[in-house]
């Protein structure tokens, strides 16, 4: 089984950090991205919901503004609800894994440390000499 989903688009506003009860950090922005149209067709954009968690959630809220580019990594994921007349309702949304910089330089603006991408809390950044000897050439 396979849940990846990769965005570029906008984004709608500007994302705003808040904290779980038990001080995890998350945000919810949208991302505005052009689907593929055909010659002559008008052009389409879907909105598509995005949650960021932890390290990533501060990064985002730190480092992007209503309009600018964004690429984002992550997997799909659906949730029930009711909404506040009882009815029952699915929200689809990417968890993001990582979220990156696009655009020209004028767009974009680097983290403190000089990076342009963030990666999960977790991981540790992968490098060319890490997997070399499994190449087939």
Not at 4 to 26: K, W
Not at 56 to 68: S, Y
Not at 99 to 111: I, M
Request: aromatic content about 8%; overall charge negative.
């Amino acid at each position: 089984m396979l849940n990846c989903a990769i965005i570029m688009g906008r984004l709608t506003a500007d994302p705003e950090l808040r904290t779980t009860q038990s001080g995890l950090s998350v945000t919810s922005f949208t991302v505005a991205v052009d689907r593929a149209y055909k010659s002559g067709d008008e052009r389409q954009t879907d909105f598509i919901n995005v949650v960021a968690w932890r390290g990533t959630a501060d990064f985002v809220t730190k480092h992007f503004t209503k309009g600018q580019m964004i690429a984002v990594q992550g997997s799909i994921q659906t949730r029930n609800y009711e909404d506040k007349n009882g009815n029952k309702r699915i929200a689809v949304e990417i968890v993001a894994d990582s979220v990156s910089f696009c655009g020209g330089k004028s767009e974009s603006k680097p983290a403190e440390n000089g990076s342009f991408t963030v990666l999960p809390d977790e991981a540790e950044p992968f490098t060319a000499e890490d997997d070399l000897d499994g190449l087939p050439f």
